[in-house]
Each structure stands twice: as C-alpha cells, then as structure tokens.
C-alpha cells in the first residue's frame, strides 16, 4: 500500500480521551466568513501561490470572473486586454462579457490568451459544460489557470442553494483531461490537516505559521489548482 510520502506525527500523540480542543472546542466556527474578518482567508494564500507560480501564463488578452484583481496583480504589463465575465443577472458594473458558463455556444471561440477561473467552478452545476466553454474560448495555446475548493466550509453568503461541489485533485485531474487531454493539464493540490481545521474553524493566514501550511499531505486537500493549456 502507497504511503504517498505523508507527514508524520510528531512527539507523542495524547491518547483518546485527553485531547485538549481548546478554542475549537465548540460547535461554531471562530468565523463564518473563511477567516475574512480575523485577517486573510487561507485558502487566498494557497490560491495566489498558485497563480504566482504560473504568472507568465497572464499575458495577451485575459479574462477572469468576476472582476480583474488577479489580472491586474499577476499579469500587469504582459496583459494588453482585460475582459470580466460574470453572469447575465449579475449586478456588476464592471463585467465586460455577461454569459452562463454552461452555455458553450454563449462565448465566442479562439477569444483568450488566458482565463482566470478561481473558486468559480464549485457554483457550476453542469462542470462539464463549463470546461467546454471555457476551452473553446481560449486561442490555440491558451491557458486557463483555475482552482477548486476540497475540504471547506460553504460560503455563508451565498448559502448551500449556491454550492454544489468540492473536488479532490483526482476528479480535477479527469474533469480538465476529458476537455484538454492529458498532456495539456497540470494539477497541485494544497493543504494539509492543521490547514483544513483552521480554514474549517475560520482561522486567518495569518493566525498559522506558513511552513506549516506548506506542508501537503494529498489525504486533506483544502484547494486544488489547475493548469490546463488548449493544443
């Protein structure tokens, strides 16, 4: 059997029963909005690594949804276009290109250099038809740099009618090679135990030492990115 390389316990492991839970002890979150209001969402920190480690990917004519921050930050002078996508009943002042997702013939083909697809995916419920969208908006080597959450809370916000997966690095891994094939995806998974508990309990990044949640341990995923180019 596969160890995967996991992480091991370190010291003694107390036995059952005398487990200290501290301030996790209770049945609610120490937040409720991914660790918003204590500082940054923990998952961002995974999420924006993930982007920094592809910035090059961010150049020519770009789209994201929305809104273009990551744009902006990853691509700067690479990027000579810069389009948002929400949803036709959105209220956002700021989308350039209003379309669902799901609607493959909805956007217009060989558009995109690249695509910016963070935490998006979830609230689709046809992925499928997303993926195929996605791809037949991107130009002949085009890019789509997306991330999906693992293990998560749902957004109180939006509420559960909104959310529809979480998704292991396996699942990603299938979904993106149906569309782009298996040479044209590369697919990191981020996380780890103490990871998913505070992002879980709504700890901010900065509440946890970083080396820490460097580790990854592929038995608790919190997000998994994804690299897809179009051949």
Partial sequence: MASFNLPQPEGTVPAPGTVDFGDLGEVTPLSRAFGGDRGTPLDRYYIESF???HAGDVRGRVAEIGDNVYTQRFGRERVNHSDIIDSPESANPHATIRIDLQNEEAID???FDCMIVTQTLHMIYD????LAAIHRALAPGGVVLATVPGITSIDSHDGPEKWFWAMTQTA???LFEERFGPAGVEV???GNVLAATAFLQGLAFEEIDRASLDVVDPLYPVITGIRATKS
């Fill in 127 to 130: 992925v499928r038809a997303a």
């Fill in 172 to 174: 990603a891994r299938r």
């Fill in 51 to 53: 982007l920094q480690r």
């Fill in 188 to 190: 990191e998974q981020f």
């Fill in 109 to 111: 083909a060989f558009c």
